[in-house]
C-alpha cells in the first residue's frame, strides 16, 4: 500500500521518472530557460550548420553538451565532436560541466572519461571526442565519420575556417550531422566567426541572445538565474557601464568596430529601428534600380524609389545573385520579374517602367541588357568615393534612407563593411563579396534626382469643406474663407446673355 498523499509526488517517482527520461535521451528538462531558447532553435532549423551568439553566463557549454548526450544515447554508435579554443579548457571547464550533467545519470548509461584520448565513452558504444583548436590539436579529431560536431567560444577558436571546411564538414557528410557554432561575439572584429555570423543572419540561421534578453526569458522562472540585480552587478566592474565596448561585446553581442574601420558608422541600432521598416508608397513617385555586377563577388541589386514629398529613399526589395553561377539571361529574367512583381498597377494591371536605372561601368553587361533583353541601365559616375560614401552617410543620420526588413543582404552589408587596410576598397564580405550591396547603395545615391517633382501638373488641389473632398485647384484668385469660394463657384455660375425677357 502506498504511503503517499494524492496529488502529491514522492522522491522516489521522481528519481522513476527522471530514470526513465534519462533511459529516453529526453534531456532538455535540465536546462534553464534561456538555454532551453537555444534548444528550440536548434530544432527547429533544418540547416546543417547553426549559429549562435550569445552572451557570458548564459550557460551555453551546458547546452552543447545536452545536445552532445541526447544525440549519444538516443542514438547507440554516435561519434561527436566538441571542440574548444584551448586543449587545457577541457580539464578545467568541459569536463566539469560534464560531471554536472550526469550528475544523476543512471549507471548503467552513464558514459567513462578516457583521459589519454580525451574521449566520453558510452556503454552504447557512443562516444564525444573533446578537443582544442590550439597547436593544431584539433587535426586529432579526423578519421571517424561525426553525427554531431559542436565548437564551444568559435570566435575564440583559432584557424575557424580550416577546421570547418577542411574537418567537420568532411566529416559529416557521409552522415549527414550537423554542425553548432556557438560563442560570445569576439573582440576581435576580423574574426572568423563573425563572417559565420552574418551569413547565417542573412539565412535566418542565426540566434542571439543578450544578457538583457536572458532576464526576460526568466521572468517565468521560480528562481531565475539571471536578474536584474545580477547584471547591476556585471556593471560594476565595467568603467562607463553599459556603453563600455567590452561589456557591449561580452554581454550584447554587439561587433565593436574602430571608427576608421567601419564604412557605414551611422547605421547604428538606434538608427536601424527607425530604418528598417515598412513605408507607405505615396501616390506618385520615381522608381530606381542600381545594380553592383560581380562575375567573382556577388551581383547586388536594389529596387527603389524617392519618396518626394519626405525626401526618403525607400529601397523596396534586392536582388542578390552568385556571380559565378550568372548569365546576363538569367540576370535580366529575374530584373524583369522583380520590376513587375513591384511596379504592376494592381487596378490597371500596367507595368510602369522605373525612371532610372543604373549601374557599374562593366559596359559588356550593360550592353548585353539592352541589345538582347530591352533593360536599359546607365553607366554610373564612379569618381569622388569618398564624397559619395559621406553623402550616404549624412542620408542614413538624417533617416533619408527606409529599408524594406527583406532586404536582408543589404541590411546586413550595412551594418557590417568595412574598409580593408588600404582604405580604399571594402574587405571580402563572408557572402562571398565585397559587400556589393552597399555598392549598389552609393551608386543608388549618387544618381537619384531629388529635385524632379513626380506629381502631375495641378495635381494638388485645395480642399473645400471636410478634408476627404478636393474640388477647386487653388490659386490667388481663389483664396480665402469657405462662404468666399463657394461664392465665387456659385458666380461663375450665372449666365452671362444679351437676352432681355419681355415684359
Known amino acids: 500500500m502506498s504511503n503517499s498523499l494524492p496529488g502529491v509526488v514522492t522522491d522516489s517517482q521522481i528519481r522513476e521518472a527522471r530514470d526513465r527520461l534519462w533511459e529516453m535521451g529526453i534531456l532538455h528538462w535540465k536546462l534553464d530557460a534561456t538555454q532551453k531558447k537555444l534548444y528550440e532553435f536548434y530544432h527547429n532549423n533544418t540547416n546543417k550548420t547553426v549559429v549562435v551568439n550569445a552572451s557570458r553566463r548564459l550557460g551555453k557549454s551546458f547546452f552543447l553538451i545536452i545536445l552532445a548526450l541526447e544525440q549519444c544515447i538516443q542514438h547507440p554508435k554516435s561519434i561527436v565532436k566538441l571542440i574548444q579554443p584551448e586543449t587545457g579548457m577541457i580539464r578545467k571547464n568541459l569536463n566539469p560541466d560534464f560531471e554536472v ?274 533593360i536599359t541601365f546607365l553607366p554610373t559616375e564612379k569618381h569622388d568615393k569618398l564624397t559619395y560614401i559621406s553623402q550616404l552617410r549624412t542620408m542614413i543620420e538624417n533617416r533619408q534612407i527606409i529599408i524594406n526588413p527583406r532586404c536582408k543582404t543589404l541590411i546586413s552589408h550595412m551594418k557590417t563593411a568595412t574598409w580593408d587596410k588600404s582604405k580604399k576598397d571594402f574587405k571580402r564580405s563572408p557572402d562571398n563579396g565585397h559587400y556589393d550591396a552597399v555598392a549598389a547603395l552609393i551608386y543608388l545615391t549618387r544618381n537619384v534626382d531629388r529635385t524632379r517633382n513626380p506629381y502631375p501638373a495641378g495635381y494638388r488641389y485645395m480642399q473645400m469643406g471636410s478634408r476627404s473632398n478636393v474640388f477647386v485647384k487653388e490659386t490667388a484668385e481663389n483664396r480665402g474663407s469657405t462662404a468666399e469660394r463657394f461664392k465665387r463657384l456659385e458666380q461663375s455660375f450665372i449666365p452671362k446673355s444679351s437676352f432681355r425677357k419681355k415684359t
Open 101 to 374: 550533467m550526469l550528475e544523476d545519470c543512471p549507471l548503467d548509461l552513464r558514459p567513462n572519461f578516457n583521459k589519454q584520448d580525451n574521449m566520453w565513452i558510452f556503454p552504447n558504444g557512443s562516444k564525444i571526442h573533446l578537443a582544442g583548436t590550439d597547436n593544431g590539436n584539433y587535426d586529432k579529431l579526423r578519421g571517424s565519420n561525426t553525427h554531431l560536431a559542436l565548437v564551444d567560444e568559435a570566435g575564440f577558436c583559432t584557424d575557424l575556417k580550416h577546421i570547418i571546411n577542411s574537418i567537420l564538414i568532411p566529416l559529416t557528410t557521409l552522415t549527414k550531422g550537423r554542425i553548432v557554432l556557438s560563442s560570445t561575439t569576439p573582440p576581435n572584429p576580423d574574426h572568423e566567426f563573425n563572417e559565420y555570423m552574418e551569413f547565417a543572419e542573412i539565412e535566418n540561421n542565426l540566434i542571439r541572445k543578450t544578457i538583457f534578453d536572458a532576464i526576460v526569458d526568466h521572468q517565468s522562472e521560480t528562481y531565475p538565474r539571471i536578474t536584474h540585480e545580477i547584471v547591476a552587478d556585471i556593471l560594476k566592474g565595467y568603467p562607463g557601464g553599459i556603453n563600455n565596448p567590452s561589456f557591449q561585446t561580452e554581454y550584447l553581442c554587439k561587433r565593436v568596430f574602430n571608427s576608421t574601420e567601419a564604412v557605414l558608422p551611422e547605421f547604428t541600432e538606434e538608427i536601424q529601428l527607425d530604418t528598417i521598416k515598412q513605408w507607405p508608397r505615396p501616390a506618385f513617385y520615381d522608381k530606381y534600380v542600381a545594380m553592383d555586377i560581380g562575375f567573382v563577388d556577388l551581383t547586388a541589386i536594389l529596387f527603389a524609389y524617392w519618396d518626394y514629398d519626405n525626401q526618403v529613399l525607400v529601397i523596396e526589395d534586392e536582388l542578390i545573385q552568385d556571380g559565378p553561377s550568372s548569365t546576363t539571361t538569367i540576370l535580366a529574367n529575374k530584373i524583369k520579374n522583380k520590376e513587375k512583381d513591384l511596379w504592376t498597377n494592381l487596378m490597371t494591371r500596367e507595368f510602369e517602367e522605373p525612371y532610372l536605372r543604373v549601374s557599374d561601368n562593366n559596359l559588356i553587361v550593360i550592353n548585353d541588357l539592352q541589345m538582347d533583353h530591352n
